[in-house]
């Protein structure tokens, strides 16, 4: 298991298990073959045979909406066939093991898994045993990695930002728990990004984050300056269960963003969100909906993002 | 049946010998070291020309999994796994199905590997009823029944007036208290050293202070009441850095670690490597490098297996599902074997970790080759690599780390009380 997992003898990707280790010129193949999708999303007829006679398995052991539905409708604008598996309410339910509810799907000759657990390492482990004809793609598992996720802001940011080699870049929020922060932590290292800031109270940070290659702050005030692009992480209501923070209506004063904190990054700062949010929490409706939001177009370029690495997983 | 071991390298802490000397045995004793005994006739000669022979093994945790979890090993499965890695002696923890907190259930385990006539088995006793941390057990009865020491296995004590009246009632007696230092409350879910890879692959983190905190506490109340504390599987550089402060003090405390550790860091998870989910966790590589320094000067006193198997299918699911444990007894002689090449140090030091150390630890009369000792002898091959795999491994267990690789040293013939146990 030294090798990289993802990929296959060529070099080629195998799988699109975390943005780690990925080389930079597979990100930004996956970036401009999504840029050729993003048209096809506006045209009248939305469909290209590229995934003809396919079976995309969305694998869900964890329930999304916005994701499993990105990567449906991304599925069959490809023309393949698209199965949802909702297993957090089935096989496992009765017992079942992971990999044996993983090798009864591939019985019924699956050629893609969509794969979200809520454990890490989970769509690693389900790579490591499937046939090696059938492609993997994780759609989140545990707080280890959500690479589509990363790779549509990638995109996203490409759109707005142009150049990755300028940019100051600052996620805010639970770094700790989130699956999302890791893989754009990743992606923006290795599409060159020189500054790449987390910005949380220490409950919510990893111990050894800078070893990821982030300046880490605790303050909005200072780690909002001179920032190109926000990213606001997803407060969950859990994290005021535990011990982590004593209240939404603090965390919402220091690390809520507001127009007022905005102000303090660059004028031309966008603003993005992996959904869903928490308006009040993590971010402020006026700075949600507000101009430098790219929040919606996220959603939109997922789309196409995920027809691109379909497509790559495909044709290797 | 009289044996004589001709030809080989002798190796024995205890006497500090690391010579070429031929070794007597009659009447399951040894009887001689290089000179002939007057009279003594051969029924069996062994010739280790190239081999080393040395104490039998002393293995201070293995799990057999008997009684209630058959399902991951049996006796006889784990007990010639044992032989087969030239174990001649072990401890196993009460973390079975009950667990050893019962004098009848002691002696049915005692009854049991006696009638298989293989291993040593030191069975260590319940600290407290069904490992609850609640109500002591009956120490001094099950001490009648064959147990050498009590400890809590790897289940949370935290109440910690609860753990120290067991010391002191245990020390009324004079007894052992074997304890793993992890404090429950700060390891929480954890599955992996709160580190970098923690951070990278987002796993559930247990931090250092979950050994030191705990750790802190035995020191203390060992202090406190005088009992003879036995720590196991210490992880963490702190932790090493505390037993050595100690020690320094003169607490009668003796330490161990599990071989894996010495070997292996959280690096080794690699890719969610589940034979690398481990209790406690593996650490950072300061943190291996500091057991290293500290089994060398003395603070960790011996290395053992720490042999858990688990069956395949728990290991075949997500990290933080996986069930922790690694097999250990036929891995424990080459993996020391190996230490001792890697770090560059002699290897009667290496040897005297799994044999003469634990075996004091123990207070058994094993672990050396001193004449009129018993005949507990290992016998291998330094030179020859094996792989290990699911087929080379005879432990129910297949679950270890070192899975696929080679490791030096091959055991020969295994001796136990002058009868040879195993023999490749």
């Known amino acids: ?41 506006e045209r009248e007829v939305k469909k290209i045979p590229l995934l003809r006679g396919k079976s995309v398995f969305n694998l869900f052991f964890e329930s999304s909406t ?84 990363a790779l549509l802001d990638m995109f996203t940011i490409r759109r707005y930002k142009k150049d990755f080699h300028n940019l100051r870049v600052a996620i805010v929020g639970d770094i700790l728990h989130s699956r999302v922060a890791r893989s754009q932590i990743h992606a923006l290292t290795t599409l060159g ?26 303050d909005m005030v200072q780690g909002l300056k001179d920032i190109d692009v926000l990213i606001m992480l997803r407060l969950q209501n859990e994290r005021m269960l535990g011990a982590s923070l004593p209240s939404a209506e603090e965390y919402f004063k220091y690390y809520g963003l507001t127009q007022e904190k905005l102000s303090l990054a660059k004028q031309d700062a966008i603003v993005m969100h992996p959904g869903p949010m928490n308006r009040g929490v993590e971010i402020d409706s006026a700075v949600a909906d507000g101009k430098q939001s790219v929040i919606l177009s996220q959603v939109t370029f997922g789309i196409a993002v995920r027809m691109a690495v379909m497509s790559i997983l495909a044709g290797n | 049946m ?40 051969d029924c069996r000669v062994i010739d280790a020309t190239g081999l080393i022979v040395c104490p039998g093994l002393v293995d201070l945790s293995a799990r057999l999994r008997e009684p209630g979890l058959e399902y991951k090993a049996t006796l006889e499965s784990e007990l010639e796994a044992a032989a087969a890695g030239g174990i001649t002696s072990l401890a196993c923890p009460p973390d079975t199905d009950p667990p050893l907190d019962e004098p009848g259930l002691v002696e049915m385990l005692k009854h049991r590997t006696k009638n298989l006539d293989k291993v040593h088995v030191y069975p260590v006793g319940a600290l407290t009823q069904k490992l609850k941390g609640e109500r002591l057990t009956e120490m001094a009865e099950l001490h009648d029944a064959g147990c050498v020491a009590f400890s809590h296995a790897d289940a949370s004590l935290a109440n910690l007036h609860v753990l120290m009246q067991a010391m002191q009632y245990a020390s009324t007696f004079g007894f052992s208290v074997w304890l793993r230092p992890q404090e429950a409350s700060l390891t929480n879910n954890g599955v992996a ?19 030191t905190i705990a750790l802190s506490n035995i020191i203390y109340l060992a202090r406190e009441t005088g009992v003879k504390v036995h720590l196991c599987r210490i992880s963490s550089a702190e932790g090493v850095a505390m037993v050595r402060t100690a020690k320094q003090q003169g607490l009668p405390v003796t330490c161990d670690v599990a071989i894996n550790h010495v070997h292996l860091s959280e690096m080794d998870i690699g890719f969610f490597d589940t034979n690398c989910h481990l209790v406690p966790p593996l650490r950072s590589l300061r943190d291996r490098d500091a057991l290293c320094t500290g089994l060398i000067d003395g603070t960790i006193d011996a290395i053992c297996s720490d042999h858990a198997p688990v069956d395949e299918d728990a290991k075949l699911l997500p990290f933080g599902q996986a069930e922790a444990g690694s097999t250990g007894l036929e891995l424990l002689l080459s993996l020391a074997f190996k230490w001792a090449e890697t770090i560059n140090i002699p290897l009667i030091e290496a040897l005297s970790k799994v044999t003469l150390a634990p075996a004091r630890i123990l207070n058994i009369d094993g672990g050396h080759l001193t004449p009129g000792a018993p005949a507990d002898i290992c016998i291998f091959d330094p030179e020859e690599y094996w792989k290990v795999t699911a087929l080379t491994i005879k432990s129910q267990g297949k679950n ?17 009380d002058g009868n040879i146990v195993y023999e490749s």
Request: hydrophobic share 45%.
């Open chain 2, 2 to 41: 009289k044996i004589h071991i001709k030809n080989g390298r002798l190796i024995d802490p205890k006497n500090g010998i690391d010579a070429a000397a031929d070794l007597y045995i009659a009447t399951g004793k040894i009887v001689a070291v290089d000179i002939i005994p007057a009279g003594f006739q």
């Open chain 1, 66 to 149: 916005r994701t499993r539905t990105t990567f449906e409708i991304a599925a069959k604008r490809l023309s393949a066939d698209v199965i949802n598996l909702n297993i957090a309410a089935s096989a496992q339910s009765k017992g079942e093991t992971l990999l044996d509810t993983v090798n009864n799907l591939s019985a019924m000759h699956a050629d893609m898994f969509v794969v979200r657990h809520l454990q890490s390492g989970a769509a690693h482990m389900i790579a490591s045993h499937v046939r090696p004809e059938i492609h993997v793609i994780n759609a989140g598992d545990g707080r280890h990695a959500h690479p589509t996720q």
């Open chain 1, 1 to 41: 298991m030294n090798r990289n997992p993802q990929l296959n003898k060529h070099g080629e990707l195998q799988h699109l298990l975390t943005t780690e280790g990925l080389p930079v010129s597979i990100l930004l193949h996956i970036l401009d073959t999504a840029e050729s999708f993003a048209g096809v999303t």
């Open chain 2, 400 to 416: 270890t780390p070192f899975l696929g690789r080679e490791l030096p040293g091959r055991v020969k013939f295994t001796l136990i």
């Open chain 2, 193 to 211: 050293h709160d580190g970098e890879i923690a951070a990278r692959l987002g796993l559930p983190p247990i931090p250092v202070c979950a050994e």
């Open chain 1, 193 to 218: 990004v020189p500054e790449v800031r987390v910005i949380a109270p220490k409950t919510l940070l990893p111990s050894k984050v800078e070893r990821l290659g982030v300046r880490v702050y605790h």
